[in-house]
C-alpha cells in the first residue's frame, strides 16, 4: 500500500507542478482520488501524517519570536477575527436554516457556532509551506501570519482539551519549568555537528517534547512548538530547521493524502463545501481589515490575508471532537474535510499571484491604511550608499566586507530578519531591516544613489519579485544574483539581473584562486 501512495502522490503532485500548481493540489487530488477507487488507508498514513506534522510545528517553533506573540497586532488581530468568523457563522446558519438549507434545518446556536469556531481557524500546515516555497517566513507578513497561526493553534488546543474531559495531569505544571533546561538542551545541540546528528537531533527534541506533553496530559504538538521556541536563539537554529525541511516535507504528504481519506461526499455536501470555499473572500477581507485597524501596513495586513485564506486541519479535529461528543452530525465531518481540502486548492491559486494581486489592487487597498504605523512598518534610509547587499546570510555578509574593505562605507546591507540586521550593526555593519520585494521601500530610499545591488537570498524567486519592484521603481544601476542551479541562472539573466552567480559551480574555482599563493612562491 505504501508503494501505491508513493507512485500516486508522484504523478498527481508531477502533473499538479506541470500546469504550475502547487504540488500539495496534486496530494489532495491523489487522496480522493484514491477513495473514490475504494481503498482504505490503514493506521501507518495517519502516523506518517502526524509526523509530519509534529516536525512541522517543531521548525515553527525554531524559527519563532515569543514576545511577537503578545504584540497588540497579533493578538487582538487573531482572536479579534475569530469572534467576528463565529458570530457571522451564527447569523447566517440561522438564515440558512430558516430557507430549508440542507444539515443547517436542525443546527440549533452550539452546533452552529461550533461550526463559526472549526471555520475561523487557518492551515498552519499550508500556509508555512506557502511561506516557505516563497522564502517569506522572516519577513513582516511571514511573522505575523505565523504568530496569528499560533494563537488560533493555543484556540485549538484548549477546545480539545475542554471539550473531550481530559484535564491535564497536576504534573502538567512542571511544563513551565523546561526553560531551565534550556542550557542542557543548547549543550547537546552544540556538540551534534553539522552532519547526521543534527536532523537525528531535531526528531529527538521534537518527538520527545511531544511524548512528554502527551503523558501530562497536553497535546502532543504543541510540545514540539515549545521545545522548537526554546532552541530559537541557538546559533545552530537555521541550520536545524533546514537539515530537517526535507524530512518535513515528505512526511507532510501523508497529511494532504489522508485529508482524502475523511469520507466519500453526497451532491449536497459537496455543493455546502463549495459554498463555503466561495465564503474564503469574505474570512480574507475581514482579517486584513482587523490587520489595518491595527495600524499594519496595507501591503502586510493583504499579504498576511492571503496566506491565512483557508481553512484548517485543526478545523477538522474541532469538527472530529464535537461529532464524538453528540455535538454536531457526523456528516459536519465530512463537509469540513471537503471544506479544507477546496479551501487549499483556492489557497494555492491566489497564493500564487499574491505579489502580482498586490500590484494591481495597491492603490484602494492602501485606502485602508492607517496614518499612524507601528515601529517595525518604518523605512530607514540607505545613507550615503552606492551599492546594496540584499540577504545578509554568509554570503552576503562576505559580500559586504569584501566591497566594504574596497569602498570604505558605501555598502549598505539590507535583510528581513530584525535578529540578524541587530547581530550585524553590533559588529559594526550598517545595515538596514527591509524587505526588497517590498515596492513602497524602493520608492521610499534615494533609489537614483544606487549604482549597484547584489542579491545574496536563497530563493531565487525571491531576486526576481524584487527585481520586478526594482524595474517599476524606475532603477537603473546594475544589478547581481547567485542560484544554484542553472536553470535558476538562466531564468534570473532572463528577468534582466545583469550578472548571476552559481556558487556551487563557482565554488571550486574560488578555492583554488584563493589558495593558488600557497605555490607562486
Same mark, same amino acid.
Given at each position: ?91 447566517? $446558519?440561522?438564515? @440558512?436554516? /430558516?430557507?430549508?438549507? &440542507? ?5 440549533? =446556536?452550539? *452546533?452552529?457556532?461550533? +461550526? ?111 521545545? $522548537?521556541?526554546? @532552541?530559537? /536563539?541557538?546559533?545552530? &537554529? ?5 537539515? =530537517?525541511? *526535507?524530512?518535513?516535507? +515528505? ?271
Amino acid at each position: 500500500m505504501e508503494l501505491l501512495w508513493i507512485v500516486v502522490a508522484f504523478v498527481f503532485g508531477y502533473l499538479a507542478k506541470q500546469i504550475k500548481l502547487p504540488p500539495l493540489v496534486g496530494y489532495l487530488a491523489a487522496g480522493f482520488g484514491l477513495h473514490a477507487l475504494g481503498f482504505k488507508a490503514d493506521s501507518s498514513l495517519d502516523d506518517i501524517a502526524s509526523i509530519g506534522v509534529t516536525l512541522l510545528l517543531f521548525t515553527i517553533g525554531l524559527k519563532l519570536n515569543i514576545k511577537s506573540l503578545f504584540r497588540n497586532e497579533v493578538w487582538i488581530s487573531a482572536s479579534g477575527h475569530m469572534g467576528t468568523i463565529v458570530l457571522l457563522t451564527v447569523l447566517n $446558519g440561522f438564515i @440558512l436554516g /430558516s430557507i430549508g438549507i &440542507a444539515y443547517f434545518t436542525d443546527l440549533d =446556536l452550539q *452546533s452552529i457556532a461550533l +461550526i463559526g469556531f472549526a471555520v475561523s481557524f487557518s492551515s498552519t500546515v499550508f500556509a508555512v509551506k506557502v511561506l516557505e516555497d516563497r522564502g517569506e517566513m522572516r519577513v513582516r507578513h511571514g511573522q505575523m501570519a505565523i504568530g496569528i497561526l499560533i494563537i488560533q493553534d493555543i484556540a485549538a488546543v484548549l477546545f480539545v482539551t475542554f471539550a473531550t474531559d481530559k484535564s491535564p495531569s497536576i504534573w502538567a505544571i512542571t511544563l513551565f519549568a523546561l526553560p531551565l533546561l534550556r542550557p542542557i538542551i543548547n549543550e547537546i545541540l552544540n556538540r551534534c555537528g553539522h552532519q547526521e546528528m543534527l536532523p537525528l537531533a531535531g526528531f529527538f527534541f521534537a518527538f520527545s517534547a511531544g511524548h512528554l506533553f502527551e503523558v501530562l496530559g497536553v497535546e502532543a504538538h504543541l510540545g514540539a512548538l515549545v521545545v $522548537g521556541a526554546l @532552541l530559537s /536563539s541557538h546559533n545552530k &537554529a537555521t541550520e536545524l530547521a533546514k537539515s =530537517l525541511m *526535507s524530512f518535513k516535507d +515528505i512526511f507532510l504528504i501523508a497529511f494532504f493524502l489522508s485529508i482524502g481519506f475523511t469520507a466519500l461526499p453526497t451532491i449536497d455536501m459537496l455543493t455546502l463545501a463549495a459554498l463555503m470555499t466561495l465564503a474564503l473572500p469574505i474570512k480574507a477581507v475581514l482579517l486584513f481589515l482587523w490587520l489595518t485597524q491595527q495600524k499594519l501596513r496595507s501591503r502586510t495586513a493583504f499579504l498576511t490575508a492571503l496566506s491565512l485564506s483557508n481553512y484548517s486541519e485543526f478545523g477538522l479535529i474541532v469538527c472530529s471532537v464535537s461529532v464524538m461528543n453528540g455535538l454536531l452530525a457526523k456528516e459536519w465531518l465530512v463537509i469540513m474535510a471537503l471544506a479544507v481540502a477546496l479551501s487549499f486548492i483556492f489557497s494555492s491559486l491566489l497564493n500564487i499571484r499574491a505579489h502580482e494581486l498586490h500590484a494591481k489592487w495597491s492603490v484602494f487597498i492602501k485606502r485602508f491604511e492607517k496614518q499612524q504605523r507601528l515601529p517595525d512598518d518604518y523605512f530607514s534610509q540607505p545613507e550615503d550608499a552606492n551599492v546594496l547587499v540584499v540577504g545578509m546570510g554568509r554570503v552576503g555578509t562576505g559580500a559586504y566586507e569584501v566591497l566594504q574593505e574596497k569602498m570604505y562605507n558605501n555598502v549598505c546591507g539590507i535583510d528581513v530578519d530584525k535578529e540578524k540586521v541587530a547581530r550585524n550593526c553590533q559588529l559594526g555593519r550598517k545595515v538596514i531591516r527591509a524587505d526588497a520585494e517590498d515596492p513602497d521601500f524602493w520608492t521610499h530610499i534615494k533609489i537614483k544613489n544606487i549604482k549597484l545591488i547584489l542579491f545574496a537570498v536563497p530563493n531565487y524567486k525571491d531576486i526576481l519579485e524584487a527585481s520586478k519592484q526594482l524595474q517599476i521603481a524606475g532603477y537603473q544601476g546594475k544589478t547581481a544574483g547567485i542560484a544554484r542551479y542553472k536553470d535558476e541562472k538562466q531564468e534570473l539573466l532572463d528577468a534582466g539581473i545583469d550578472m548571476v552567480f552559481n556558487f556551487y559551480e563557482k565554488a571550486g574555482a574560488g578555492f583554488a584562486e584563493q589558495s593558488m599563493h600557497l605555490i607562486e612562491d
